[in-house]
């Protein structure tokens, strides 16, 4: 088929690039020019592993295609998805101008029988929205015809960030709400490749399990990063717990690592959604409220964690592992590591930092007093202290011996329990971690 994607964010680039290795032939539409000539030359504008890669091998298979002018390439489509963002609100809520743009342009520019998909993560009722939007706009220009033949589908996606092309490869399910059995069908067609369950739900159960199965995972890892805070002290350890609880079918083992707290561009955004879409049909959604106070002290209590430790922090020097809001992304939207950052510049510590990959989005928006190391032990030359806020795999790997000659103090204070099972004591670091007894000699 030929799809047209708008929008080529995280989730309208990574689509489109899942569904041109499955066949398709993709436009992807966008208006930031600086972007799509970046993509032209087969450069990601993101990192995501295994993502620059593909976009140049199906570039040069002629399977995706890259442009500003959505009126040049929406003749060919069979199916036109919009994936582009849908910011909160200052009252959490999503903001659904970019969508309601798309629309207004599918219902402007098209002049044949199509298929829309909405792909970006939207309130229930907006995609029924979107195609009056676009029926509206046809009927104006006199296509009321036409505006009968064009159809929607909510699919919505679940991709993670940092194994976002094989998620999209191997889905858990694919959910497909529509009103027509042949949308269905055609939904259906656009997938073949993939083997997953198939759900066929109405348009609103469509929209609202994205958004029902986001929160769920965020009162998962809500409820753990609570019981980690009751059982410091006790001599119990929260990865047990975790693992004794998770090997129970019905709870299941993951998202249950306690940490920091969860960020990213969807959990705290789709916890928020669902909560204020509860407030505004007259429900207090208490459970969510709870998700999103937890999450908020989370990284407050480990914060405080350190206080109690070091002292005070002004002048010290504080080595930091970790800026994405999760590894192997350079994304830093909503991270954790970036709000604890800011707090321990705002104790008037001296902050050396280190990301594989974040460092150029952290450096953005972090205070300028901030600084960047070019590897982990340079981030921790000359620290009081050290704070591990991402769990990137390659941590593990330092030379902790040498690690240790470099530090002032040798103090791992670890919000993402990475390092715990390295037996840093043995090698003459005090270690402090969440949810876990604190280690030293
Ligand atoms: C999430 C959903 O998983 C995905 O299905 C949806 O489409 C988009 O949102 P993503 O934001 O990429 O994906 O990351 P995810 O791996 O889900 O992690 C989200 C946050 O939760 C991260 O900050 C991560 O560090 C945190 N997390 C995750 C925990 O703190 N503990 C866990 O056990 C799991």
């Not at 959604?273 to 049909?281: E, H, M, P, R, T």
Request: aromatic share 8%; with cysteine.
């Amino acid at each position: 088929m030929n799809i047209v994607m708008i929008g080529t964010g995280y989730v309208g680039l990574t689509t489109g690039l899942g569904f041109a290795s499955l066949g398709h032939r993709v436009a992807c539409v966008d208006t930031d020019s600086a972007k799509m000539a970046q993509l032209d030359l087969g450069q990601a504008p993101f990192y995501e592993p295994g993502l620059e890669e593909t976009l140049k091998s199906l570039q040069e298979q002629g399977q995706i295609v890259f442009t500003l002018d959505l009126k040049s390439v929406i003749d060919q489509a069979d199916v036109i998805m919009i994936a582009v963002q849908t910011p909160p609100t200052a009252r959490g809520q999503a903001d659904l101008s970019y969508v309601l743009k798309a629309a207004d342009q599918i219902g402007e520019f098209l002049t044949h029988e199509a298929l829309v998909v909405v792909k970006s993560t939207v309130p229930v009722g907006t995609n029924r929205h979107v195609l009056s939007r676009i029926h509206e706009r046809m009927c104006k220009q006199g296509k009321t015809d036409l505006a009968a033949l064009i159809h929607i589908a909510s699919i919505p996606e679940f991709l993670r960030e940092g194994s976002a092309l094989d998620d999209f490869m191997h889905p858990d399910r694919i959910v497909i709400g529509a009103d027509d059995d042949v949308v269905f069908q055609t939904a259906e067609q656009l997938h073949q490749g993939i083997k997953s369950p198939v759900v066929r739900t109405s348009i609103e159960s469509a929209e609202l399990i994205k958004v029902c199965a986001n929160a769920f995972l965020a009162t998962k890892i809500s409820f753990i990063n609570e019981v980690a805070n009751i059982v410091e002290g006790t001599g119990a350890d929260v990865r047990e717990i975790a693992h004794g609880i998770g090997l129970d079918r019905r709870i299941g083992p993951q998202f249950l690592r306690a940490g920091i707290g969860f960020g990213g561009s969807c959990f705290p955004k789709d916890v928020s959604a669902l909560k204020s879409y509860a407030g505004i049909n007259g429900y207090d959604f208490k459970l969510l409220s709870a998700v999103i106070d937890v999450n908020n002290r989370q990284w407050q209590r480990f914060f405080q964690k350190m206080q109690s430790v070091l002292g005070p922090l002004k002048g010290r020097r504080i080595g930091v592992w970790g800026l994405a809001f999760k590894p192997d992304t350079d994304d830093i939207r909503e991270s954790a590591a970036i709000v604890f950052v800011q707090a321990l510049v705002a104790h008037g510590a001296e902050v050396v930092a280190f990301d594989p990959k974040a460092q150029t989005n952290a450096a953005r928006v972090l205070p300028d007093t901030v600084s960047y190391a070019p590897t982990a032990i340079d981030a921790a030359s000359g620290a009081d202290a050290l704070v591990v806020l991402t769990e990137w795999p390659e941590l593990r790997a330092v030379s902790f011996a040498t690690l240790k000659t470099h530090m002032v103090d040798p103090v791992i204070f670890d919000g993402r329990n990475a390092l715990c099972d390295l037996d840093l004591p043995a090698q003459g670091f005090r270690y402090f971690g969440i949810g876990i007894p604190d280690q030293h000699l």
